[in-house]
């Protein structure tokens, strides 16, 4: 088992920024493929940014040059660092852990962008 805690979040003006942080149980950064999720009210969760094991990144569109995701072995934590913050970057940020069948999700921080 692997337990995901995110904290991080708030509420920002448009233009602002924030960091949101998950930190997991254990070291499994060697072996999982570390993600962040987001879900806005009546939407389906998307894919924000996901780092490999090896540190490939990739990004949704709509956040590519915004957002940038990264991650400590040492500390057993994955970072978002969000940049120029949208009203439509309001949403529950998750954060995921996955490597063949095991798929853990942390509890989700809210992000609110509004002036």
């Known amino acids: 088992q692997v337990q995901l805690v995110e904290s991080g979040g708030g509420l920002v003006q448009p233009g602002g920024s924030l960091r949101l942080s998950c930190a997991a149980s254990?070291?499994?950064?060697?072996?999982?493929?570390m993600g962040w999720y987001r879900q806005a009210p009546g939407k389906q969760r998307e894919l924000v940014a996901r780092i490999g094991r090896g540190g490939t990144t990739n990004y949704a569109g709509s956040v590519k040059d915004r957002f940038t995701i990264s991650k400590d072995n040492a500390k057993n934590t994955v970072y978002l660092q969000m940049n120029s913050l949208k009203p439509e970057d309001t949403a529950v940020y998750y954060c995921?852990?996955?490597?063949?069948?095991?798929?853990?999700w942390g509890q989700g921080t809210q992000v609110t962008v509004s002036s």
């Open positions: 995921n852990a996955a490597w063949g069948r095991d798929d853990y």
């Open positions: 254990r070291n499994i950064f060697s072996i999982y493929v």
